[in-house]
């Protein structure tokens, strides 16, 4: 009788354990990227011989779910990617954009979408805000992307927790333009600062500070 008790005492806890075990998914560019972990069609920027960051342990979505006792959904993060249809010289990136991934991120609790570095550093189009109806065409635009982006993720994830990064040193057009976007949206924003870069890449302690930055937004 007493192994019968201690046996479902040991069963009950492994179920609230697994009950509170949360499942991370990552929406992301090459700041979020390693090589094994990503689909394998996508592009990598980690590891890389022009950054110290060289093992998955190192990167700020593995040090946040260690930190918490996560564990990771899925990772679809690609080098280069927009959040909207512009990519670099103007060249039409539908294909690969994060609108176009929206499906991709399995049955997680927790939602992290990490972009908007590279439409800054393409310097995409900004357009004007809209919240309906979008069009190929207005999602060419960073603001109607994003709003179109963080539309699809709480209809298609409604149960999960949404929280948008938005990385240091973008053009204030990105920044504000994220900010206000959340806030429709009531997505949590994290906004980074400090963080340290090799190669416009954050580097070991900066891939730290983002996750330190995380747990200090509640996350």
Known sequence: MKKVLILLLMMATTMVASAQTKKVSVLGD?????????????????PNDRNDCKAV???WWDLYIKAKGYVLEKNDSWGGTT??????????ASRNNFISRVDSLGNPDIIFVFGGTNDAWANVPIGEYQYSDWTKEDCKN?????????DMLQKRYPKAKLCSILNSELREPINESMREV???YNVQLVEL???????????????????????EAGL
């Open 30 to 46: 090459s700041y979020s990227t390693f090589q094994g972990v990503i689909p394998a069609h996508y592009a990598p920027f980690y």
């Open 193 to 215: 600062h400090d963080i340290e870069k090799q190669n416009g890449h954050p580097s070991v302690k900066g891939m730290k500070s983002i996750c330190d930055q995380l747990l």
């Open 182 to 184: 959340c806030k429709h």
């Open 83 to 92: 959040i909207c249809g512009t990519g670099y010289g103007r060249m039409d």
């Open 57 to 59: 342990e190192q990167t």
């Open 142 to 150: 960073f603001r109607p992307a994003l709003a179109c982006l963080l």
